[in-house]
């Protein structure tokens, strides 16, 4: 199957227990994902060939950009400090990014047949960033932000989760169920 999109950015803050989820909410509109997974390998040899291999999950690095930097929202997911009063957002060596269950849903086709996947990670702490600036040349450029976080397995052992749906609203209705509870989903 071929990804053709991607949308609807939900977060909630993991609670102390680690198996609930604050209110879910919207992060930003998604432009794009993109995960590479941290291993650990092991190779045994023998008899002058590879006998044994083995592999492991580590961690996985979530880059997303996205269409809005927030400071509502990345000042939550951040642990920065916002002034609701003067909208001063401030930045401090002292701060803590809180662990967060993230999601979003694919849009996938093959042979013509939409499918929507529901993405998810249900332990991911995000890293500060700022984003880039550039001067107005000749022609407009859009400028988004990117920012990159670390996901790894919860008390469950799981890290990543997905389901895939036959439409966008059953899918929708499967990341949501991803923040309710912490172990997998029930496949109907």
């Known amino acids: 199957m071929a990804n053709i999109g991607m949308k609807l950015l939900k977060y909630a803050i993991l609670n102390e227990d680690e198996n609930s989820y604050s209110v879910v909410k919207t992060m930003g509109k998604a432009i794009s994902a993109s995960i590479s997974i941290n291993t650990s390998e092991g190779s045994l040899y023998a008899d002058d060939t590879l006998a ?35 909208g001063i957002v401030s930045s401090s060596i002292n701060d ?23 993405q998810f990670f249900p332990k991911i702490k995000f890293k500060p960033f700022i984003p880039d600036a550039n001067t107005k040349g000749d022609s407009i450029t859009y400028g988004t932000p990117s920012i990159e976080g670390t996901t790894i397995a919860n008390n469950s052992g799981i890290w990543e989760q997905h389901v895939d749906k036959t439409t966008e609203a059953e899918a929708i209705t499967a990341l949501t169920a991803f923040f309710v509870q912490v172990t997998p989903p029930i496949n109907n």
């Open 52 to 86: 044994e291999f083995e592999t492991s999950f580590q961690s996985a690095n979530v880059t997303l950009t996205l269409d809005d930097d927030n400071d509502t929202v990345f000042s939550e997911i951040l642990g920065k400090t916002m002034d609701t009063t003067s």
């Open 96 to 118: 803590n990014s809180p662990y967060i269950g993230f999601g979003y849903i694919v849009s996938k086709v093959k042979n013509n047949v939409k499918t929507y996947r529901a």
